[in-house]
C-alpha cells in the first residue's frame, strides 16, 4: 500500500470524536491481545524451558563463594589454634558471612522462581493516527487496477504449473502472436497439461469480491471453445491469501447479463467454480 498526504480533504471525511476513540480502544485490545499475549506466552516459556539451568548456574556460583569462606574459616582455625587473637575474630565474620550466603541463596532461587509470574504487559502508549483515504486520482485507480490483475494472473499462472502445465501468457497482442494466436485470442493464458488437456483461461481479479465482467471479444470465444474455455477468478487479491474459483465452459454454466459485454455476478461464480485458496 502506497501512502502519501491528501489535499483538499473534505470536512465530512473526518471521522468523529467519538469514532477515533473507539478506534484507538480497538487498536488498544488488539495490541494486547493479539501481539502481547503471545509475546508473553513465548517470554514465559521460555523462562519455564531455563529454569532449571539457570538455577543450577546460580547455584554453582554460591557453591563457588562457599568452597572460598570454608577454605578460609579452615586457615583461620589453624591460625587460631596458634593462640593468633585477629584470627578469632575474622573466623567469627567468616561464620557470619557463611549464615548469610546460605540465606542469599534461597531468596536468588525463590526469585529465580517467581519470574514467571512476574512477566506482564506494560502500558501502550498511543502515539499518533492517521486518517487513510482511497485515492481519487485516476494514476492511482489505473495502478490499482493493474497490481490486482497481476496478482490474479500470478495466481492462476501458479496454479496451472503446480498441475505440471505449460502455461502461455497470450494477454497481450505481442505475447499471443509469439506463439501463433490472433492478437486477440480472448483469453489471457494458454495452459497445455501434460495428459493432453489444453485450457484457455481467462483471468479475472478482484480486490475482494464482487461481479466480473467478460468483454464482448471473449464472451464470444468462451461459446466458440466451450469446454476447453475456462474462467479463473480470483477474489481478495488485496489479501495475504488470494481465492482462486475455476469455472469450466463459463457460456454453459453462469448466468449473466448484457452491459457490453456480459457481467457475471459472483453468486454464480461461486456457485459453479471449483475453489482453491492460493
Not at 501463433?180 to 485450457?199: H, I, K, N, Y
Not at 479475472?204 to 476447453?228: F, S
Request: aromatic fraction near 6%.
Amino acid at each position: 500500500m502506497v501512502l502519501r498526504p491528501a489535499e483538499n480533504v473534505p470536512p465530512t471525511a473526518w471521522p468523529a470524536h467519538q469514532l477515533v476513540e473507539a478506534a484507538v480502544a480497538r487498536a488498544d485490545s488488539y495490541l494486547r491481545e493479539a501481539v502481547l499475549q503471545p509475546l508473553l506466552e513465548e517470554r514465559r516459556q521460555g523462562l519455564i524451558a531455563s529454569m532449571a539451568h539457570r538455577a543450577a548456574f546460580l547455584r554453582k556460583g554460591f557453591d563457588y563463594q562457599a568452597a572460598e569462606l570454608l577454605d578460609l574459616r579452615v586457615r583461620l582455625r589453624k591460625q587460631t589454634n596458634k593462640g593468633e587473637g585477629a584470627a578469632g575474630r575474622r573466623l567469627e565474620e567468616v561464620r557470619r558471612r557463611q549464615q548469610e550466603l546460605k540465606a542469599r541463596e534461597e531468596r536468588a532461587l525463590a526469585i529465580l522462581r517467581r519470574e514467571i509470574e512476574l512477566v506482564e504487559p506494560g502500558e501502550a502508549t498511543f502515539l499518533a493516527h492517521a486518517l487513510v483515504l482511497p485515492s481519487a486520482t485516476p494514476e492511482d485507480r489505473e495502478w490499482h487496477d493493474k497490481e490486482v490483475e497481476r496478482i490474479a494472473t500470478q495466481v492462476a499462472r501458479t496454479y496451472e504449473e503446480a498441475q505440471g502445465a505449460q502455461v502461455h501468457d497470450v494477454s497481450t497482442p505481442e505475447k499471443a502472436r509469439l506463439i501463433a494466436l490472433d492478437q486477440w485470442p480472448g483469453f489471457d493464458l494458454l495452459s497445455r497439461r501434460r495428459d493432453g488437456e489444453q485450457r484457455c483461461i481467462e483471468v479475472k481479479g478482484r480486490r475482494a469480491v464482487g461481479d466480473v465482467e467478460l468483454k464482448e471479444n471473449e464472451w464470444a470465444k468462451a461459446a466458440n471453445l466451450r469446454e476447453e474455455y475456462w474462467l479463473y477468478v480470483v477474489y481478495d487479491c488485496a489479501a495475504a491469501h488470494p481465492r482462486l474459483l475455476r469455472v469450466a465452459d463459463p457460456f454453459a454454466t453462469l448466468l449473466v447479463r448484457a452491459k457490453g459485454g456480459v457481467v457475471i455476478d459472483e453468486a454464480s461464480v461461486f456457485g459453479a467454480a471449483e475453489e482453491h485458496n492460493a
